[in-house]
């Protein structure tokens, strides 16, 4: 059994802690990754402009609801 064991172990060499790296394939992921955020931050960006200008144009209606706020509800509306 402990000469299985050393045959396992003499075949599968570890390698230096100095000499493993993510190489190109860990770079690519990386930069995949960037190029998806700005993306995504991008199309958020545009996204919220289009919210400021549609309640600006006043497509959600504030002006009622901000009436309606200011009063108290009634009972049955609790």
């Given amino acids: 059994?402990?000469?299985?064991?050393?045959l396992a172990a003499a075949s599968?060499?570890?390698?230096d802690d100095?000499?493993?790296v993510a190489g190109w394939l860990g770079f690519a992921v990386l930069i995949?990754?960037?190029i998806a955020v700005v993306l995504i931050l991008r199309s958020f960006t545009k996204q919220l402009k289009?919210?400021?200008a549609?309640?600006?144009a006043g497509v959600y209606g504030q002006?009622?609801?901000?009436?309606?706020?200011?009063?108290?509800?009634?009972?049955?509306?609790?």
Avoid: C, Q, S, W
Avoid at 12 to 15: A, K, L, Q
Avoid at 63 to 78: C, F, G, K, L, R
């Fill in 1 to 6: 059994m402990t000469g299985i064991i050393a």
């Fill in 12 to 15: 599968d060499p570890r390698p």
């Fill in 18 to 20: 100095n000499n493993v």
């Fill in 32 to 34: 995949a990754l960037i």
């Fill in 50 to 52: 289009k919210v400021d």
């Fill in 54 to 56: 549609a309640e600006e």
């Fill in 63 to 78: 002006d009622d609801h901000a009436a309606e706020a200011d009063t108290p509800p009634t009972h049955h509306e609790v």
